[in-house]
């Protein structure tokens, strides 16, 4: 079994919203899936799903951003998941908002959602999508630029992207970090 854990923040407020990305690739992976019902554990909610012939558990943390490390951990030893069989989808501000980039270790880059994960997890080697929300404006604070939403000139270009986020995690599942890493970095 592999986990996607998809970051965000919970609240009809925060949808939409440039750091909710992972959660709303998690919705594209879901609806290609043939929409698995949700249900409520490990400190948020959770699909079981299946990508390629892969039994896949979804994740969304609803412990707010920041300590989403709490969720993942408890999905993860419950499922006595692999850190190697866990992709974490977080946005990223700097890169640009066509733009996904997978690597299967590394800092966190100054991401508080994962880097909550990567310390309880207690390794950087931990598969991580970041999705390009970016750049950030010039004189904008960076929480009020990721906590804002995508304008409307935005949403064509964010749309293909979080398609093309979920083909990245559907070639990560089915044929692994490097292919993934080829094909979509």
């Known amino acids: 079994m592999k986990l996607v854990a998809g970051l965000g923040n919970p609240g009809?407020?925060?949808d939409g919203?440039?750091?909710?990305?992972?959660?709303?690739?998690?919705e594209v992976l879901a609806r290609r899936a043939?929409?698995?019902?949700r249900r409520a554990r490990f400190q948020g909610e959770?699909?079981?799903?299946?990508?390629?012939?892969v039994p896949v558990l979804l994740l969304w943390p609803l412990t707010w951003?920041?300590?989403?490390?709490?969720?993942?951990?408890?999905?993860?030893?419950?499922?006595?998941?692999?850190?190697?069989?866990?992709?974490?989808?977080?946005?990223?501000?700097?890169?640009?908002?066509?733009t996904v980039r997978i690597r299967g270790s590394g800092?966190?880059?100054?991401?508080?959602?994962?880097?909550?994960?990567l310390a309880r997890l207690g390794t950087n080697a931990v598969p991580?999508?970041?999705?390009?929300?970016?750049?950030?404006?010039?004189?904008?604070?960076?929480?009020?630029?990721?906590?804002?939403?995508?304008?409307?000139?935005?949403?064509?270009?964010?749309?293909t992207l979080l398609e093309r986020a979920a083909d990245a995690v559907e070639e990560w599942?089915?044929?692994?970090i490097e292919s993934a890493m080829n094909r979509f970095n």
Request: with cysteine; proline share 4%; net charge neutral.
């Open 173 to 176: 599942v089915g044929a692994g």
């Open 46 to 53: 959770f699909a079981q799903a299946t990508i390629r012939g």
């Open 107 to 117: 800092s966190s880059g100054g991401q508080k959602g994962l880097a909550d994960i």
């Open 65 to 98: 951003m920041n300590l989403s490390g709490a969720s993942v951990l408890a999905a993860k030893d419950f499922y006595k998941i692999d850190t190697a069989d866990i992709l974490v989808l977080c946005d990223d501000f700097q890169l640009p908002t066509d």
């Open 34 to 37: 043939g929409g698995p019902g």
């Open 12 to 14: 009809r407020a925060y």
């Open 128 to 159: 991580r999508l970041r999705i390009g929300v970016g750049p950030l404006p010039a004189g904008w604070a960076s929480a009020d630029f990721v906590l804002g939403k995508f304008s409307k000139d935005e949403r064509a270009t964010v749309a």
């Open 17 to 26: 919203t440039r750091h909710n990305v992972g959660f709303d690739v998690l």
